[in-house]
């Protein structure tokens, strides 16, 4: 029995997304490494929570036990059919709020960048709010006109984004010499790394004097929460971020900064 294809098959049946595939082999993987004599079939509810106590003991994170927890549902329940009913339930880690650049750290940011081509990839991914592994699937074909679109983005949905008019023409060059289906950003061994933008980014910080910690969902954080201080509505940033729940994007709201979204302090009203 090879768990990993098993987990592969019932996840592509079900149309689930890469990244929560490879997600849940790793999670199942690691409960193998520790339960490595005992056949899968064999496995019961009381391994499991064994398992994941043992996680609490190293102290981790309450939201990273329940993504073991939801793995290893996944695949005893879905993928062998074994009735296990592992509802347990861990309480998650304090929500911090994201770090967020201002608009004029965002310009120390990108002026610090001398490469013409990795400076455009850092300008795309914040007018865009584009994950990082999304820009690095963008295709020439993805472009259409002043808008592109990201394919099967997070939940494999599609999604427009926008295509910021200062740098609109440099990607339309760039799309102009490549054909339809090959990527728009590559480097020497292929499709660019996630990897290497997220140095760029770290060179780029330490450069521009930041001192906040700076990675590339920063950006698209950024990117939110610049556009509800620009007056648009949480519905239309939504959108674009593709979050499947308002309520995710709401927290933009708490970001952005009172000044830029007209709230007054009620003192200036006696």
Same mark, same amino acid.
């Given at each position: 029995?090879?768990?990993?294809?098993?987990?592969?098959?019932?996840?592509?049946?079900?149309?689930?997304?890469?990244?929560?595939?490879?997600?849940?082999?790793?999670?199942?993987?690691?409960?193998?490494?520790? /339960? *490595?004599? %005992? =056949?899968?079939?064999?496995?019961? #509810?009381?391994?499991?929570?064994? +398992?994941?106590?043992?996680?609490?003991?190293?102290?981790?994170?309450?939201?990273?036990?329940?993504?073991?927890?939801?793995?290893?549902?996944?695949?005893?329940?879905?993928?062998?059919?074994?009735?296990?009913?592992?509802?347990?339930?861990?309480?998650?880690?304090?929500?911090?709020?994201?770090?967020?650049?201002?608009?004029?750290?965002?310009?120390?940011?990108?002026?610090?960048?001398?490469?013409?081509?990795?400076?455009?990839?850092?300008?795309?991914?914040?007018?865009?709010?584009?994950?990082?592994?999304?820009?690095?699937?963008?295709?020439?074909?993805?472009?259409?006109?002043?808008?592109?679109?990201?394919?099967?983005?997070?939940?494999?949905?599609?999604?427009?984004?926008?295509?910021?008019?200062?740098?609109? /023409? *440099?990607? %339309? =060059?760039?799309?102009?010499?490549? #054909?339809?289906?090959?990527?728009? +950003?590559?480097?020497?061994?292929?499709?660019?790394?996630?990897?290497?933008?997220?140095?760029?980014?770290?060179?780029?910080?330490?450069?521009?004097?930041?001192?906040?910690?700076?990675?590339?969902?920063?950006?698209?954080?950024?990117?939110?929460?610049?556009?509800?201080?620009?007056?648009?509505?949480?519905?239309?940033?939504?959108?674009?971020?593709?979050?499947?729940?308002?309520?995710?994007?709401?927290?933009?709201?708490?970001?952005?900064?009172?000044?830029?979204?007209?709230?007054?302090?009620?003192?200036?009203?006696?």
């Amino acid at each position: 029995m090879d768990p990993n294809e098993l987990i592969r098959k019932e996840a592509m049946r079900r149309g689930l997304s890469p990244r929560t595939i490879k997600t849940y082999k790793y999670c199942v993987e690691q409960f193998f490494k520790k /339960n *490595k004599d %005992k =056949d899968p079939r064999q496995i019961t #509810k009381k391994d499991v929570r064994e +398992f994941l106590d043992d996680l609490i003991e190293k102290d981790k994170p309450g939201n990273t036990i329940n993504v073991y927890n939801n793995s290893l549902k996944f695949f005893f329940e879905e993928c062998l059919g074994k009735r296990m009913k592992l509802n347990i339930k861990y309480s998650k880690k304090p929500r911090r709020l994201p770090t967020v650049l201002t608009q004029q750290e965002i310009k120390l940011l990108i002026n610090s960048i001398e490469n013409e081509k990795h400076k455009l990839m850092i300008q795309l991914l914040y007018s865009s709010g584009m994950r990082v592994s999304e820009l690095t699937n963008l295709k020439v074909q993805d472009i259409e006109g002043n808008y592109g679109w990201v394919r099967e983005g997070k939940g494999m949905k599609d999604r427009p984004f926008i295509l910021a008019d200062k740098i609109s /023409n *440099k990607i %339309k =060059d760039i799309c102009n010499n490549k #054909k339809s289906e090959e990527y728009i +950003f590559q480097s020497y061994k292929g499709k660019m790394s996630t990897r290497t933008i997220q140095v760029i980014i770290k060179k780029a910080t330490k450069k521009a004097r930041i001192t906040k910690n700076v990675h590339p969902h920063t950006l698209r954080h950024s990117f939110a929460t610049h556009l509800i201080e620009n007056g648009y509505a949480v519905s239309e940033v939504q959108s674009l971020l593709g979050h499947a729940s308002l309520d995710t994007t709401m927290i933009y709201v708490h970001l952005a900064r009172p000044n830029l979204i007209n709230v007054k302090s009620p003192l200036d009203e006696l």
